[in-house]
């Protein structure tokens, strides 16, 4: 390939990207603008992208109009508590996956594919009926139960790569010190696997922050809906949406998920690439 060639396919390249990236960046750019934009030029028949005369008037309204409070506690109590319950099950299982062999980690890296193939609607009436049975529904320990399972296959899949990234020879020198397997796990292991379970518990956080449908379903009363039900609120009973409070109460709700997913971004691309590496 000559250089001209090459130059012609980077080019391309980077021009695809931003596409990609303008494509990607519109919906939140636009969202940010009505966010700030008072009523009238909302109903403008020409919008712009920069709002003419910026208000705090739609965040104060939406505030006013919605308990987004206590949604967000919800939404956070239920994020939490399966992101930690979830990396506590995932991690010694993951350990097991990378470093034994056998129709166990087979089996289980076979679970891991096909839960990822299932759509949500297939399971939510046969997860409806076992939680009703266990008295868990319009509960938040149910729906973090719901959480908890939804988010192992990958949590799991992400913490073998960092599992197969350690050297088995630091395990083997230490056991030839005399050390046992539990001091092994818990003084070589585990400090080594400290970025991978941190990167893991926050993209289990930032899937059960952004969940809708499972929240929907599973929650009854407004006291325990959390954020991303509370905003279907600002729609009107004929679909007419409430605009701009709406974008405010968007915009705020999404800023976790951004602010966490740009500090664990490289931490995720690694998990997703340390099983390929060879030692």
Not at 53 to 58: A, G, K, R, S
Not at 154 to 163: D, E, R, T
């Given at each position: 390939?000559?250089?001209?060639?090459?130059?012609?396919?980077?080019?391309?390249?980077?021009?695809?990207?931003?596409?990609?990236?303008?494509?990607?960046?519109?919906?939140?750019?636009?969202?940010?603008?009505?966010?700030?934009?008072?009523?009238?030029?909302?109903?403008?028949?020409?919008?712009?992208?920069?709002?003419?005369?910026?208000?705090?008037?739609?965040?104060?309204?939406?505030?006013?109009?919605?308990?987004?409070?206590r949604a967000a506690a919800n939404s956070l109590t239920a994020a939490l508590c399966a992101a930690l319950i979830a990396v506590v099950i995932a991690t010694p299982m993951a350990y097991v996956m990378a470093r034994h062999r056998g129709r166990l980690s087979t089996a289980a890296t076979g679970w891991v594919v096909v839960s990822q193939a299932f759509p949500f609607v297939l399971v939510i009436i046969p997860l409806f009926l076992v939680l009703k049975h266990l008295h868990l529904i319009n509960?938040?320990?149910?729906?973090?139960?719901?959480?908890?399972?939804?988010?192992?296959?990958?949590?799991?899949?992400?913490?073998?790569?960092?599992?197969?990234?350690?050297?088995?020879?630091?395990?083997?020198a230490a056991a030839v010190d005399g050390a046992g397997r539990v001091r092994i796990l818990m003084s070589v292991t585990a400090p080594l696997l400290a970025p991978g379970i941190v990167a893991t518990a926050l993209f289990a956080f930032i899937t059960a922050w952004n969940e809708f449908f499972f929240a929907l379903v599973l929650l009854k009363t407004p006291e325990k809906q959390t954020l991303p039900v509370v905003l279907t609120h600002f729609l009107g009973a004929e679909g007419v949406a409430d605009l701009g409070p709406l974008a405010a109460a968007a915009f705020l709700a999404t800023l976790p998920s951004l602010v966490l997913f740009a500090v664990i971004q490289k931490r995720i691309t690694g998990g997703l690439t340390a099983g390929a590496v060879k030692h």
């Open positions: 390939m000559s250089l001209r060639t090459g130059r012609t396919a980077r080019a391309g390249q980077y021009a695809a990207l931003l596409c990609y990236l303008v494509f990607l960046a519109f919906p939140f750019l636009w969202l940010i603008s009505t966010a700030f934009k008072p009523a009238r030029e909302l109903g403008s028949l020409h919008p712009t992208w920069i709002p003419a005369d910026p208000t705090l008037d739609n965040f104060r309204q939406a505030f006013d109009e919605q308990p987004l409070l509960s938040l320990w149910g729906l973090i139960l719901v959480y908890v399972v939804w988010s192992l296959p990958f949590a799991l899949w992400m913490l073998a790569g960092y599992v197969r990234a350690v050297p088995p020879e630091l395990e083997e």
